[in-house]
């Protein structure tokens, strides 16, 4: 059964009005249709949306750009004007890669690589120690790695700040290669850690790297289920800024000031099923987040608001046994959830769901692949950009009840994994494969 707790949380009413002007600059910008930033993993809203940009909707390999990029990754690119950021194990070195992407270029360029660290490689076939995004704070730059390395620098690649999460709070534990990206809230990046054994959030100032709180996550998850790779949300819960957090089958708020939990919702594996690991993370929108689990077998839509004032299962609006994801994160704008199926009886079904009632809205079946989805949609105007492992990018269009493929794009290199997600790049679409950074463009 589903359980919450409540414990009393002070709030640092500074911090608190800092994170607030933040969030609303960022939903500000979002809401203009900002092309020039993507500040975060998810783009500046977390919610995979970008604002209305004229991005292609076909293309080829010879109407493309693009670099070859040293090294091994798997991170989102994030983009602040012209300029995208990176990460990439090269030569046995956590690094950190700007790329110049002016469309007026013939090709991307890299600006400058820095070290931060050593790269700890990988342990599954889809992964690196390079999975995290980066973020983009104006005139810096905060990379996180599978090493544990959290570090910052300026925008001409020098280095403000740099320590080790892991040499200050333990090892990696988990089975698998680390995939959860830092997240902004206000003047504080905040990493997460959920693994076997001592879990975590921990809050660091962005300026000077300075330890602002850490708080603990202990979960009665069993074995692998207790590891998630997800990423945590920041959030407004009754207009006060908070941090959601799922994985370990449970899904936490925390306060965004000093990180104390706020509400806590267990019950996301009733079974107890040892391997229920959480790769999806949730989307929110107001007091609503969305919460994929159990492999791609459940979507639970919860109240933040209704549980962190103890209202437990009751906090619950809707839950689906139907339909799922478990790699890719869906995608939410205007209280419609949009996701791409990656479990076997519907793999390649994108969906569009009423968010507050978790109706299906419709449903568009992608030309089929023996490839799956690791990477999560796109968002863009009445366009949806979905790519698959193999590169291969599907557009959907329009996003209503008369939606259809309107156009299928490869890109020579198709070799696997792509699991970067597609993002806007100085108006153009960017696209990270297994080695090459594409820029598709009008």
């Not at 599954?124 to 990379?143: F, L, M």
């Amino acid at each position: 059964m589903f359980k919450v707790s409540v414990p009393a949380a002070a709030v640092g009413l500074l911090l608190v009005a800092s994170i607030a002007a933040n969030r609303s600059a960022a939903n500000d910008a979002a809401q203009a249709g900002d092309a020039t930033t993507w500040p975060q993993w998810r783009g500046e809203s977390q919610q995979g949306v970008a604002g209305q940009i004229d991005l292609p909707i076909q293309w080829d390999e010879a109407a493309t750009k693009r670099i070859e990029l040293p090294g091994s990754g798997g991170s989102t690119p994030v983009v602040a004007g012209q300029t995208a950021y990176l990460t990439s194990g090269v030569d046995g070195k956590n690094t950190l890669i700007a790329i110049d992407v002016d469309p007026e270029l013939d090709a991307p360029e890299i600006l400058w690589q820095v070290d931060l660290g050593e790269d700890r490689g990988n342990k599954h076939r889809k992964g690196s120690g390079s999975n995290p995004s980066a973020i983009i704070d104006g005139e810096r730059v905060v990379a996180y790695f599978r090493s544990g390395d959290l570090a910052c620098v300026d925008t001409a690649g020098e280095i403000i700040w740099h320590k080790n999460v892991q040499e200050q709070f333990g090892e990696d534990s988990l089975w698998w290669d680390l995939g959860s990206s830092p997240v902004k809230v206000g003047s504080l990046v905040v990493v997460a850690v959920m693994q076997t054994g001592p879990s975590y959030l921990a809050a660091f100032d962005i300026a000077t790297g300075e330890l602002k709180w850490k708080t603990d996550r202990i979960t009665d998850a069993p074995e692998e289920a207790a590891q998630s790779y997800t990423t945590p949300l920041a959030v407004e819960i009754n207009g006060q800024p908070a941090i959601a957090t799922m994985g370990a089958d449970h899904l936490t708020i925390h306060n965004a000031a000093d990180g104390k939990e706020l509400g806590r919702l267990g019950g996301f594996n009733p079974g107890g099923e040892k391997f229920f690991r959480s790769i999806a993370s949730p989307v929110a929108e107001g007091n609503l987040i969305i919460c994929p689990y159990s492999r791609g077998a459940t979507l639970t839509a919860v109240d933040m608001s209704k549980l962190v004032a103890g209202a437990g299962q009751d906090a619950i609006v809707w839950f689906r046994d139907d339909i799922g994801v478990d790699v890719p994160t869906p995608a939410l704008r205007d209280g419609v959830v949009y996701l791409i199926s990656d479990v076997k009886h519907d793999k390649g079904t994108a969906y569009a769901l009423d968010a507050e009632t978790g109706e299906t809205r419709w449903s568009v079946d992608l030309p089929r692949t023996r490839r799956s989805y690791s990477s999560s949609p796109l968002l863009v105007g009445d366009r949806m950009y979905i790519t698959s492992e193999d590169a291969v990018t599907n557009v959907i269009e329009p996003l209503e009840e008369n939606a259809e493929v309107v156009a299928t794009n490869q890109v020579d290199d198709n070799e696997e994994y792509t699991v970067a997600s597609p993002v806007p790049m100085s108006g153009q679409l960017g696209l990270r494969t297994k080695s090459h950074l594409y820029l598709m463009g009008n």
